[in-house]
């Protein structure tokens, strides 16, 4: 049986907010996961009605589609209002306003905020001067806590399980905020394998590899290897805005390309995932084969973000 959300959140971090997948454990996960599932199984009307009248900030200091399109989608189906803004340009952000007063003033015009931001521990910093319940949609090149919950929704949907897998983590491992938070949450499951696969200049970090090497099997390979073997294989995007020598992306922009043809030695139960958006990693003449799940993948988003917001307002167990 399983505690529910905030009596885990509590034990674990003694606050209310979602900022980091190091605030996760097993069973945290399973159950966020068993409520994405309630709720994708009701009817619209009574989703309509978890979060009635309840308004959601959305704040986005750095570009996305899907975490706030489908954060806003989320907010509606469940009955909620949202405000905010998409980039800073219409803000006061413009006349010198810090974060911590942006927030401070959202947390005062709404009941939840959802922010993103391209600065390492922003929304942990939030977090600390909101009276509501602050959720990371990304900070910098840290942590990207929902996104690695869809993600294992949509890799338990389609393996039913989240032990004893194998998979592989390509492209870009330094900044990419998705595989560093996929890798520690895969960590918390058991027997699982992670292959890492990346260009010299872009290999995860140690910090990351120390603190999940002990509890989960750790391999660098390359992409032909890891294809064969792999049960999961998730591409990502060389993160060309986080780069601060444009020559050093030039060198690795384009290392890998996942084409059809590559697909040939795969397992056929291989499903191949990205966080989107992809820029020229995976070929398009892999999205109509069987292996391709990553449009999927994003669409499950807004189901996991629909629970995260529930839990979160405290109007679902
Ligand atoms: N996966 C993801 O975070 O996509 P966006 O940058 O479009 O939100």
Redesign the pocket.
Known sequence: MYLDYMTLIDLQNSNKDLISVRDFTREKIEYILSIVKKIEAMPEKQQKLIAKGKIISSLFFE??????LSFESAAYSLGCSVIGFSGTSGTSVKKGETLSDTIRMASAYSDLIVMRHPLEGAAKKASEVSDVPVING?DGSNQ?PT?TLLDLYTIYKHKGTLDGLTVTLAGDLKYGR?VHSLAHALSLFNNNKILLVSPDILEMPDDILNEIGGRVTIQKTSLVDAIKESDILYMTRIQKERFSDLQEYEQVKGFYILTKKMLADAKSDLKVMH???RVNEIAVDVDDTKHAIYFEQ?KNGVPTRMALIALLLGVIK
């Open positions: 570009p996305s589609t899907r975490t706030k990304g990207h996104q998705t966080p989107l958006p994003a």
